[in-house]
């Protein structure tokens, strides 16, 4: 993407080990935004690139290759957590609140009524195993985050960007993240706590990530109104 192309990117890592286990492959993140919509770019380096579910918002991360993207606005407490997977399949959820996420359920799994049913997330992915390299492209619409208050220059959201590599014939994925967790708790991710979310501010034209790296990407125009009422993305718009 060519409004990315001078952005700096944020690098997944796993902070719980003194060292990187070594099979581990980096992921790099830029993100920007447009009028309507949080723009999301990740180079995923992969030696075994692969993930057979194709279904809309099945556990993919279960059985393959996932890139997964956590947003908050700092003034709401749900939460949005979206999976990509290297066919392009999509999960997406809502999460209530962190307390809603580690309070006892009648049942395992997801409740239903996390579930975003309808499919507002525009997704391109790019798949090139001579290179072991996917790389996705992301527009997550305004209209479905932000529940109190659309983002302006110095709104801040909280974010974090995980991953699922796994290799066939190896007994379980590779987990990596942006967050600097200190143990091995995805749970603990979801949660929305600050110690595991990093932090952005937004820019009038760019987006900045409030750590030691940041992400400058410039962005002109604005976006189709995905709606939230059976109308399609226009993902020519999104990414162009």
Known sequence: MAALADATA????QAWRTAPESEFRPTRVKVGWKTEALVVYAELEDADIFNPETRFNAPSFQVGDVF??????????????IHVTPANQKLQLRIPSAQALTAP?????IPAEWF???QV??????VNPAAERWVVAVAIPFDLVCEVSRPKPGARWLFSFSRYDYTRGR????????????????????????????CRK????????????QSCARFGGSLVNPGMAGKQVNTERFFG
Not at 10 to 13: A, I, N
């Open 116 to 118: 975003v049913n309808q």
């Open 171 to 198: 007994e379980r994925p590779v987990l990596s993240s942006t967050s600097p967790h200190t143990i091995l708790n995805f749970i603990g991710k979801r949660s929305g706590e600050n110690y595991s979310f990093g």
């Open 10 to 13: 944020v690098e997944s890592r």
């Open 105 to 109: 359920r009648a049942q395992p799994g």
């Open 68 to 81: 997964e993207m956590f947003q908050r606005p700092c003034d709401q407490a749900a939460y949005y957590e």
């Open 202 to 213: 937004f820019l009038r034209r760019s987006m900045q990530f409030l750590s030691s790296q």
């Open 121 to 126: 997330i525009a997704s391109r992915v790019e």
